[in-house]
C-alpha cells in the first residue's frame, strides 16, 4: 500500500514539474515575443527619425538645381568624362512552345 501512494505521489510530483517547466517555456517565448515587438517599433521610430531627416535636409529648389545641373548640356571640352555609366543590358527572348499543338487543334 505504501508502494502506491509513494508511485502516486512521485508521479503526481513529475507531472506538476514538466507542468511548472512547460509554463515556464511559455513564459519565456511571451517576453521575447515582447522583446522583439519593442526592437521593431525602436527600429520603425529611428526609420521614421531618420526619413524625417532626409526629407527635411532636401527641400525641393535645391533638389531641382541639382538635377538641372546634371541634366544641363556640358560646355567644356568632349575629353572629359561623363559622370554617368552606361549600364550594358542584353535582351534575349525565351522561346515559348505553342499552347496547343498543330495537327491537335480544334476544328
Known sequence: MFAKLLATIVGLGLTAGVLLVNRQHRIDVAVEIS????????????????????????????????????????TSSETE?????????????????????PDRAAP
Not at 527619425?49 to 533638389?63: G, K, N, T, W, Y
Not at 568624362?81 to 534575349?92: C, G, K, L, V, Y
Open 35 to 74: 522583446r522583439s515587438g519593442d526592437r521593431l517599433r525602436d527600429q520603425e521610430s529611428s526609420l521614421a527619425l531618420m526619413q524625417a531627416e532626409i526629407a527635411a535636409s532636401v527641400h525641393p529648389d535645391r533638389l531641382n538645381a541639382m538635377l538641372a545641373a546634371l541634366d544641363a548640356p556640358e
Open 81 to 101: 568624362e561623363s559622370p554617368w555609366i552606361a549600364i550594358p543590358t542584353r535582351f534575349d527572348p525565351i522561346p515559348i512552345a505553342p499552347l496547343v499543338e
